[in-house]
């Protein structure tokens, strides 16, 4: 469900996800059982996007500590 903040949450994996208005993944919180009590979050920075708004670059945050770097290349078919 949403709670109005942004957040999906989804109580079967006990994660609530929250996302920005480009629709990119910007926060994971992950909780203990089923309580409220966050036990780690992971934080998504994007950088350099292309002429479609589709990030390049990436970096995986795990609460508070750069993990990952992730680029990535997109090919588009010609348009005709």
Sequence with gaps: ???????????AK???FRYDDKGNMTEDKLFENDSLSNTG?????????????NWLRKTIID???PTTIIQRVIEYAKEK
């Design 1 to 11: 469900g949403y709670d109005g903040n942004a957040y999906i949450m989804v109580f």
């Design 14 to 16: 006990k994660h609530a």
């Design 41 to 53: 979050t992971t934080i998504f920075k994007y950088y350099d996007f292309d002429k479609k708004s």
């Design 63 to 65: 609460n508070g500590k």
